[in-house]
Every structure is written in C-alpha cells, then in structure tokens.
C-alpha cells in the first residue's frame, strides 16, 4: 500500500497527527498513527501491534516550517519506507496486519491536532514505485 500527501506544517507540536485509524490511545493490532514525532521537526509512521505502539518507524529528515513537503509511506511485503519530497528518509519491517475496519483520521486524533495544511491525502492499495513519487514531487 502507499499512504501519501502534501504537508504545510505551521507549527511543530507534540504528536500532530496527519492520519490515524486509531480511534483513541489505544493500541489495536493494525492500527497506525502517522505524525510529528514528539516536539521534532521530523515525522513518524507508529504500528500498533495490539501490545503497545512499539514499531516506529522515524523519517531521518526535518521538515520546513510553512513550507509544502510531500510525504509518503510505502509497504511492500513487511518492508515499509517513509519518503519526504522524493527521497527515502526512513525504513523498517512489519508483519502486522492492516486490514481493519477502523474510521480514518485525518488531521487529528483526540488531544494531538497537527498544526498546517494537509493536501492531496490518498491511500492507494498498491506500492507506487520510488521513480513514480520522485515525479509528484
């Protein structure tokens, strides 16, 4: 799958959620928060495993204040990949499973609103290659 957008981030605050299926601070198995990684000027792509959030995957780049970023997560296999304007910054495994019936956040999730402007939000059931998302950026 791919999950992918455009980011303006105005304000770098704690936990600012782009999309979650997470319907609270629970911790589902399948279930993902994708968002500012605590206080940073990076990004997060969290996997709950029904025992914890503890598969996190960090992007490796910061992020610009008010400025468009396009940020995408990939998986294929167990393999998952984080890109930021075109370039992997970020990558791990899992073997969770993410078919669940959760709603879809986007934009917030209870207390950790993100600050900015989200765009072009898509989620794609298939992996689009690096040289396609070279291209959208």
């Known amino acids: 799958f791919t999950l992918e957008c455009f980011i303006n981030v105005t304000s770098f605050v704690t936990y600012g959620t782009f999309a979650s299926d997470q319907p609270g601070d629970t911790n589902g ?3 993902y928060f994708w968002r500012i990684n605590n206080n940073t000027n990076q990004w997060q792509f969290q996997i ?3 025992s914890g959030f503890s598969q996190a995957i960090n992007s490796s780049t910061d992020l610009t204040l008010n400025t ?3 940020i995408a ?3 294929s296999g167990t393999s998952i990949q984080l890109w930021q304007d ?6 791990g495994t899992s073997s969770v499973d993410f078919n669940n019936t959760q709603t879809l956040y986007i934009g917030a999730l209870t207390n950790y609103q993100f600050t900015g402007y989200i765009s072009n939000f898509r ?3 298939m992996l689009i290659h ?3 998302l070279h291209k959208i950026h």
């Open 48 to 50: 709950g495993s029904g």
């Open 130 to 132: 690096f040289h396609h």
């Open 68 to 70: 468009w970023h396009h």
């Open 86 to 91: 075109g370039v992997e910054v970020g990558s």
């Open 29 to 31: 198995a399948g279930t």
């Open 123 to 125: 989620i794609v059931h």
């Open 73 to 75: 997560v990939t998986r």
